[in-house]
């Protein structure tokens, strides 16, 4: 059966049906969400314990520890995800609106939640990384541990009270299906549930957007920037170079991540277009498949991205890879290496 809309309204591709719309949420909400997720969620909670061990006493390890944070809670609604879509799940709670409406009330939004401020730490994280390039001198005065702490705070407080105007609009209750002529566990909607489901999404949608735009920014000025030293610390002094090597390291690691977070931030940025421009572009309104087809794609890409970033850590931070070794092989076997 065709996901018809309404006239005048078009979602791009009406031959979507909702048994294909069924198919890509079993395959990327329950398949991939799984075994990205549980993916995510390990080493992201491997992410917390090192920055924890090298201490929070540092700007760098503060706003990579927040970050980290942020991505395991994206890790474990990933789960939340796989576990809502499953097929079992759903035969559980017979009805696939029922699998919807808690995903959409107790995984969507909180999801939101972590996903922008991992996108807003990741900024941060762009942002220092360039100040410390910039002004080598001056960057611990304008970015110490208590800066970051205080940064990290008011931005994860800002989505916070972002997406409470959403929880707000909506709570789970009992709710009378008129497709099935039943009363099931919906969405329990207030009066005014678009109007403060709309001041969630648009301001998660402008902290996505600001994140996006200064990392894009910061990255090519970071890379103009640190190339430019670079070339200048060559010219100057071998020793120069050789104890700017760490620091060269973690500069590139940064740029690899911020480059990362740009390439799969395009599903997010595509639902964004769609739900500002696109007419019926919502959970059940007439564009719904589409909806949950484009939607399905952000969660695995946010997780890869966390993924590639515990790559990074451990090919290019020498203390990150040092107190991963000590966390799975001892002090006693490492020093047999």
């Known amino acids: ?24 949420i079993t395959v990327n909400y329950f398949i991939l969400n799984a075994i990205i997720g ?42 939340g995800f796989s576990t809502v879509f499953n097929p079992l799940f759903k035969q559980a709670v017979m009805y696939i609106d029922v699998a919807v409406s808690i995903a959409y009330y107790c995984v969507a939004w909180p999801y939101g939640f972590f996903s922008r401020v991992a996108s807003l730490m990741t900024a941060v994280i762009t942002v220092e990384r360039f100040l410390c390039v910039t002004f080598p001198l001056k ?27 959403a929880f707000v609009a909506t709570r789970l209750g009992p709710v009378f299906n008129d497709k099935l002529n039943l009363t099931l566990l919906g969405l329990v909607q207030t009066e005014s549930r678009a109007q403060l489901e709309s ?14 735009g200064v990392i894009t920014s910061f990255t090519i000025a970071l890379t103009y920037t640190f190339l430019q030293s670079t070339k200048w610390r060559k010219q100057v002094s071998n020793k120069s170079e050789q104890l700017s090597t760490k620091h060269k390291r973690l500069v590139k690691m940064v740029i690899f991540m911020s480059i990362s977070f740009l390439i799969f931030s395009i599903p997010s940025m595509i639902f964004i277009f769609l739900a500002v421009f ?19 794609f952000i969660f695995p890409t946010d997780a890869i991205n966390s993924i590639i970033s515990f790559v990074l850590l451990l090919h290019m931070s020498s203390k990150f890879k040092h107190i991963l070794r000590l966390m799975f092989f001892g002090t006693k076997r490492l020093k047999k290496h």
């Open 278 to 296: 696109q007419e019926g572009f919502t959970n059940d309104g007439p564009c719904k498949n589409v909806f949950y087809l484009v939607s399905s």
């Open 199 to 212: 001041v969630s999404f648009l301001c998660v949608a402008i902290f996505q957007i600001v994140s996006i």
């Open 139 to 165: 960057v611990k005065e304008i970015f110490n541990p208590t800066v970051a702490a205080t940064i990290s705070i008011i931005l994860i407080l800002s989505v916070l009270v972002s997406v409470i105007p």
């Open 38 to 79: 549980f993916t995510g969620l390990v080493v992201n909670v491997i992410k917390v314990i090192v920055f924890f061990k090298l201490g929070l006493n540092d700007s760098t390890n503060i706003s990579f520890f927040v970050l980290s944070l942020a991505d395991t809670g994206i890790g474990i609604l990933m789960v």
């Open 1 to 24: 059966m065709v996901n018809h809309t309404s006239p005048g309204i078009m979602c791009f591709n009406n031959n979507i049906t909702d048994e294909i719309a069924e198919l890509v």
